[in-house]
């Protein structure tokens, strides 16, 4: 009884925190917020005219509008509007009715879909939440003003009208947006109560925007944390990876951590940073990801995880080596162990999994490969991916990196071109074995004197050690330095 006063009052006070009744939305015009329409989706605008046409008020609203001020490139559009899915669907040629409990409507352009929705009421009343104060029902149409209460920060509570180029802002979001101030709108510790993903969010935002998180809106974090363990696995698992896809991922596993958030998305990531060179190897994946975010190339997410998860998947398998474990069957082993751990507290989806296992898998056999094995390996479906997770093992100083170069150049190559390498590796003299050559010394290649190497292919050094601590064969990469198939620059790997 008393803690359902104690929410009561706590969800009034959270409402009197947004209470824009008596004052009103700011409205900013151009120079304000300084939106170049021109870089706003076409047919977001064209949802906004239809609306507007039909009588409706319709605004660009949330991540847009707030990427758009702050000079980003928005991820989507999305549409809010006083029209119902009801009134809106007639409008639009290929317009489609989706959700059960909220609804909303996807208006589709050949590649493009405009998320266009009602504007929407909270329901913080207590009647629909859990014990802690989680929204379980969050369904009622609502006014303008009560749809930009129901956001969480108060710079993704902007509603953009295109036609007439004014920002509609309720909370000054367009001020703290500029000062790069994440704050949340209503009472921090009840609307992460509501939901606590939005913890999650402030961190990414915090990020993403170079922004600093608003002392209120930072204080119930550390002790609301544990809250985000009741959250859908599915729903954190999004979430983990909008983090990590944000464009600042490193910097926002450091938010996650000194928050203790990480907890319900990433426990493990303590361990890695425990781990020598963990720190390292995670910052190498992430700004690769970070470039290829930004360069608006996609991020596999099973890439991501499979670098995650890998310093810990590597040394626990070395560990069963050492207890006297085959070193395939220790990897394997090992890769169960970690997946295991991580899903006690998010599961990975399963195809995930299977691609990093994949990735990981095949890491051992780049070391051992003979000319069949080439081959066979060329032909598995996350070759590709488990190439450029070579190369960044390079980059980590795992592994030789001319050794990675050389499956860079095989990845790289059209049919003839591999066939010419993979000829180039058998053994000379007979009696060698394909792929377990003697090591010597690579002989001096032109592109030994490329200048834009970042690894340490100038000193020749072979420092090496797989899974199993085997040594690393330099066999591919003396053969295609003999076979002339090298020369360019070295290029980066993608993760697709
Ligand atoms: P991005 O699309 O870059 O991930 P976003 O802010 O657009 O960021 P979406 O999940 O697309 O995120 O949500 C769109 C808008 O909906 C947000 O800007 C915000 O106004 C609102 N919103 C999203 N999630 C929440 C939430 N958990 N609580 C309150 N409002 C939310
Ligand atoms: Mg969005």
Same mark, same amino acid.
Not at 258 to 284: C, I, M, N, Y
Not at 423 to 447: E, I, L, N, W, Y
Not at 460 to 468: A, F, I, L, M
């Given at each position: 009884?008393?803690?359902?006063?104690?929410?009561?009052?706590?969800?009034?006070?959270?409402?009197?925190?947004?209470?824009?009744?008596?004052?009103?939305?700011?409205?900013?015009?151009?120079?304000?917020?300084?939106?170049?329409? $021109?870089?706003?989706?076409?047919? *977001?605008?064209?949802?906004?005219?239809?609306?507007?046409?039909?009588?409706?008020?319709?605004?660009?609203?949330?991540?847009?509008?707030?990427?758009?001020?702050?000079?980003?490139?928005?991820?989507?559009?999305?549409?809010?509007?006083?029209?119902?899915?009801?009134?809106?669907?007639?409008?639009?040629?290929?317009?489609?009715?989706?959700?059960?409990?909220?609804?909303?409507?996807?208006?589709?352009?050949? $590649?493009?879909?405009?998320?266009?929705?009602?504007?929407?009421?909270?329901?913080?009343?207590?009647?629909?939440?859990?014990?802690?104060?989680?929204?379980?029902?969050?369904?009622?149409?609502?006014?303008?003003?009560?749809?930009?209460?129901?956001?969480?920060?108060?710079?993704?509570?902007?509603?953009?009208?295109?036609?007439?180029?004014?920002?509609?802002?309720?909370?000054?979001?367009?001020?703290?947006? &500029?000062?790069?101030?994440?704050?949340?709108? #209503?009472?921090?510790?009840?609307?992460?109560?509501?939901?606590?993903?939005?913890?999650?969010?402030?961190?990414?935002?915090?990020?993403?925007?170079?922004?600093?998180?608003?002392?209120?809106?930072?204080?119930?974090?550390? &002790?609301?944390?544990?809250?985000?363990?009741?959250?859908?696995?599915?729903?954190?698992?999004?979430?983990?990876?909008?983090?990590?896809?944000?464009?600042?991922?490193?910097?926002?596993?450091?938010?996650?951590?000194?928050? #203790?958030?990480?907890?319900?998305?990433?426990?493990?990531?303590?361990?890695?940073?425990?781990?020598?060179?963990?720190?390292?190897?995670?910052?190498? *994946?992430?700004?690769?990801?970070?470039?290829?975010?930004?360069?608006?190339?996609?991020?596999?997410?099973?890439?991501?995880?499979?670098?995650?998860?890998?310093?810990?998947?590597?040394?626990?398998?070395?560990?069963?080596?050492?207890?006297?474990?085959?070193?395939?069957?220790?990897?394997?082993?090992?890769? /169960?162990?970690?997946?295991?751990?991580?899903?006690?507290?998010?599961?990975?989806?399963?195809?995930?999994?299977?691609?990093?296992?994949?990735?990981?898998?095949?890491?051992?056999?780049?070391?051992?490969?003979?000319?069949?094995?080439?081959?066979?390996?060329?032909?598995?479906?996350?070759?590709?991916?488990?190439?450029?997770?070579?190369?960044?093992?390079?980059?980590?100083?795992?592994?030789?990196?001319?050794?990675?170069?050389?499956?860079?150049?095989? *990845?790289?190559? /059209?049919?003839?071109?591999?066939?010419?390498?993979?000829?180039?590796?058998?053994?000379?003299?007979?009696?060698?074995?394909?792929?377990?050559?003697?090591?010597?010394?690579?002989?001096?290649? $032109?592109?030994?004197?490329?200048?834009?190497?970042?690894? /340490?292919?100038?000193?020749?050094?072979?420092?090496?050690?797989?899974?199993?601590?085997?040594?690393?064969?330099?066999?591919?990469?003396?053969?295609? *330095?003999?076979?002339?198939?090298?020369?360019?620059?070295?290029?980066?790997?993608?993760?697709?």
């Amino acid at each position: 009884m008393v803690t359902m006063i104690r929410k009561t009052i706590k969800s009034f006070v959270g409402r009197l925190f947004t209470a824009p009744v008596n004052k009103g939305p700011q409205r900013l015009t151009r120079d304000v917020h300084g939106i170049d329409r $021109r870089l706003v989706s076409r047919h *977001a605008i064209k949802v906004c005219e239809v609306l507007s046409q039909h009588g409706y008020d319709a605004y660009i609203v949330g991540g847009a509008v707030r990427d758009l001020i702050a000079g980003l490139k928005p991820t989507d559009f999305d549409v809010a509007t006083n029209a119902t899915p009801e009134q809106i669907r007639p409008l639009f040629r290929r317009a489609r009715i989706i959700g059960r409990r909220f609804q909303l409507v996807h208006v589709v352009f050949g $590649r493009e879909i405009i998320e266009t929705s009602t504007f929407r009421a909270s329901s913080t009343n207590g009647e629909f939440t859990d014990e802690h104060g989680r929204i379980l029902r969050d369904n009622l149409f609502g006014s303008q003003e009560e749809d930009a209460a129901r956001r969480d920060f108060t710079l993704n509570a902007l509603y953009y009208d295109p036609l007439n180029e004014v920002v509609i802002d309720y909370h000054n979001g367009v001020a703290d947006l &500029k000062n790069r101030v994440v704050r949340m709108i #209503g009472d921090p510790d009840v609307r992460y109560r509501e939901d606590p993903i939005r913890m999650l969010r402030a961190m990414r935002f915090a990020a993403k925007l170079d922004a600093t998180i608003e002392p209120a809106t930072l204080a119930p974090i550390s &002790k609301l944390a544990p809250l985000v363990d009741n959250v859908p696995s599915s729903r954190r698992f999004d979430e983990l990876l909008k983090l990590l896809t944000c464009g600042q991922a490193m910097e926002c596993l450091r938010g996650l951590r000194e928050a #203790g958030l990480h907890q319900s998305v990433l426990p493990l990531l303590d361990k890695v940073f425990a781990t020598e060179g963990g720190e390292r190897f995670l910052e190498l *994946a992430l700004e690769r990801t970070d470039v290829r975010v930004r360069t608006g190339k996609s991020v596999s997410p099973s890439f991501l995880f499979a670098s995650l998860l890998w310093v810990l998947v590597r040394d626990r398998s070395q560990h069963y080596v050492e207890r006297g474990e085959h070193p395939n069957q220790a990897l394997v082993i090992a890769a /169960d162990d970690i997946i295991s751990q991580q899903s006690r507290a998010m599961p990975i989806q399963r195809r995930f999994v299977a691609d990093m296992r994949d990735i990981w898998f095949m890491q051992p056999r780049f070391e051992r490969a003979t000319p069949r094995a080439t081959w066979r390996l060329v032909e598995q479906p996350r070759f590709r991916a488990a190439v450029d997770f070579l190369q960044l093992r390079a980059e980590a100083r795992e592994v030789d990196s001319v050794h990675a170069q050389w499956w860079m150049d095989l *990845a790289d190559g /059209d049919r003839d071109t591999r066939a010419e390498m993979i000829d180039a590796m058998q053994p000379r003299k007979s009696g060698t074995q394909p792929g377990r050559r003697r090591r010597r010394r690579r002989p001096r290649r $032109r592109s030994d004197t490329d200048t834009d190497t970042d690894t /340490d292919t100038d000193t020749g050094t072979q420092e090496t050690s797989s899974p199993q601590g085997s040594t690393t064969s330099s066999a591919p990469a003396s053969s295609a *330095a003999n076979s002339g198939k090298r020369g360019g620059p070295r290029r980066k790997g993608s993760n697709e």
